[in-house]
């Protein structure tokens, strides 16, 4: 069984509110991403870090920030929330497997946001 | 700009037939093709993977197909059941960072 957590499951918030997606990890990866999920279902990297105070932004531009202080823990936040932020958000944790030294993510169950 | 197209978009299968999802690339950097399936309310898992120096890889009633001279790979689901039911996206990676499909929802009925 997958050890990311993700918090909240479900979140709906009016717009202009400060909201934090929570995402903590216990397998002690060094590389965690945050995808962004539309409806339609595809997955777009919006945020990723190699480790400790590192962070980059993704493939989508995201209005979102995220932070690195602590290795398990990667936090997203929207400072000020709009509907076009309405969105599934999946946490993701990686490791280096060996010995095929494949990139291989293990994915949160997501964080569903809407904003009215 | 989408580096991997995937389709079909969706897949409807009769329980024990074959389902069959493509997938096609654009940066030939890639060095690693996984697909991962997802379940309504789940985030998505691996599901099996290959290297682009392997045609082929079966990990049970799971087959990735791999062309690399044009740059395609595909899933093959046999003998697929109802709990095959998914989402799936195949991927490709290079420097950690993976890219993703636009997904396949695969339907299998009973």
């Known amino acids: 069984e997958a050890d990311i957590y993700q918090t909240p499951r479900y979140l709906v918030i009016g717009t202009g509110k400060k909201i934090t997606l929570e995402c903590s990890q216990t397998?002690?990866?060094?590389?965690m991403y945050w995808y962004q999920q539309d409806p339609g279902m595809e997955l777009h990297l919006i945020h990723y870090s190699y480790g400790v105070n590192s962070t980059e932004k993704g493939d989508l531009s995201s209005e979102s920030t995220v932070s690195r202080i602590r290795t398990e823990h990667f936090p997203l936040t929207l400072e000020s929330a709009r509907p076009s932020h309405t969105s599934q958000y999946l946490c993701?944790?990686?490791?280096?497997?060996?010995?095929?030294?494949?990139?291989?993510?293990?994915f949160g169950a997501g964080s569903r946001l809407t904003v009215l | 700009q989408q580096q991997v197209k995937q389709s079909p978009q969706s897949l409807i299968v009769q329980k024990g037939g074959i389902s069959i999802i493509n997938c096609a690339y654009e940066n030939t950097a890639f060095d690693y093709f996984p697909w991962y399936q997802q379940f309504p309310g789940k985030g998505p898992a691996l599901l099996i993977a290959?290297?682009?120096?392997?045609s082929e890889k079966k990990e049970g009633r799971f087959t990735i197909s791999f062309n690399k001279s044009a740059k395609q790979f595909s899933l093959h689901i046999m003998d697929s059941q109802p709990g095959d039911s998914a989402t799936y996206f195949c991927a490709a990676s290079w420097s950690s960072r993976l890219t993703f499909g636009e997904g396949t929802q695969l339907t299998v009925n009973p």
């Open positions: 993701a944790s990686s490791e280096v497997a060996t010995p095929s030294g494949a990139n291989v993510l293990t």
């Open positions: 397998m002690g990866h060094d590389k």
């Open positions: 290959i290297r682009p120096d392997v």
